[in-house]
């Protein structure tokens, strides 16, 4: 199974495309030339869907999320399929550059409660090419 086996038949369409088309959007008018990411904190627990009860990260998103770093700790899905495509085609794995200074840092906050804040971070600055 690769990526392109995977089918999002229970993401909304326009979301998701909204999602992924925004994202790069972004990536490409602020400039940003490479991504990396730190451990994913992928969630645990079970998942409701289409197919019943699936297990935290979802078969789809553990599959994209093969070779990088996740951990569990708070019930619920916290890496969507979506998120996870993206970060499979944007980012590397685990391969933060050590001579990586940030000068701005940016904040994306989601909706579900949680017992820790709902944010996902990031880091924009300068670094050596990986």
Same mark, same amino acid.
């Given at each position: 199974g690769t990526c392109r086996d995977i089918h999002f038949h229970e993401v909304g369409a326009i979301d998701c495309i909204l999602d992924i088309v925004g994202t790069v959007w972004c990536l490409n008018y602020l400039g940003i030339e490479q991504v990396s990411t730190s $451990? #994913?904190?992928a969630g645990s627990g079970f998942v409701r869907c289409a197919h019943g009860i699936m297990p935290v990260p979802a078969p789809a998103t553990a599959e994209l999320l093969a070779e990088f770093l996740v951990?569990? /700790?708070?019930?619920?899905?916290l890496v969507t $399929?979506? /998120? +996870? +495509?993206l970060v499979k085609v944007l980012a590397h794995a685990g391969k933060r550059p050590t001579d990586f200074i940030y000068h701005t840092v940016a904040y994306g906050? /989601?909706?579900k409660?949680? +017992?820790t804040p709902n944010v996902l971070r990031g880091f924009i600055g300068e670094a050596? +090419? #990986?």
């Open positions: $451990p #994913l904190h951990f569990d /700790g708070i019930k619920g899905e $399929p979506t /998120g +996870a +495509a906050a /989601g909706t409660n949680l +017992a050596s +090419a #990986l």
